[in-house]
């Protein structure tokens, strides 16, 4: 938990870029929670850097087809899919089964290891 509050701590201050879609829109409006829905869109809005619209569309789902492929989920193909569009160096999650996932295209990696990686370059 200390990482995720450090990798949102430095996005507020600029030292990280965020990177959002059209598909973390989606995933954020599914948020059976308001509080928690309208906080997700408010940190998003005013932190991104920048935003994959969803007249990017055709080029992601060419890109999570390919993901999917290898038995990633489709909305986790998507999310992985926006991030190379966005062209992210880093894709942060704790999910077990993504972060199996390998790509020349971008680094899927924990909160955790995002930080070290983090601290390595500092």
């Known amino acids: 938990m200390e990482a995720r509050r450090l990798i949102l701590s430095e996005v507020?201050?600029?030292?990280?870029?965020?990177?959002?879609s059209f598909m973390l829109d989606y995933e954020n409006a599914k948020n059976r929670f308001l509080h928690?829905?309208?906080?997700?869109?408010?940190?998003?809005?005013?932190?991104?850097?920048?935003?994959?619209?969803?007249?990017k569309n055709?080029?992601?789902?060419?890109?999570?087809?390919?993901?999917?492929?290898?038995?990633?989920?489709?909305?986790?193909?998507f999310h992985v899919a926006c991030a190379i569009l966005g062209k992210c160096d880093y894709f942060i999650t704790t999910d077990d089964r993504l972060l199996k996932y390998q790509s020349e295209k971008i680094q899927i990696v924990t909160p955790g290891e995002f930080?070290?990686?983090?601290?390595?370059?500092?």
């Open 12 to 20: 507020k201050n600029n030292q990280i870029e965020l990177v959002t």
């Open 36 to 55: 928690k829905r309208q906080g997700i869109s408010e940190f998003m809005s005013a932190n991104e850097s920048y935003y994959v619209s969803e007249d």
């Open 58 to 77: 055709g080029e992601a789902i060419k890109i999570a087809e390919e993901i999917k492929a290898t038995g990633v989920k489709n909305a986790d193909a």
């Open 115 to 122: 930080i070290r990686r983090l601290e390595a370059i500092e």
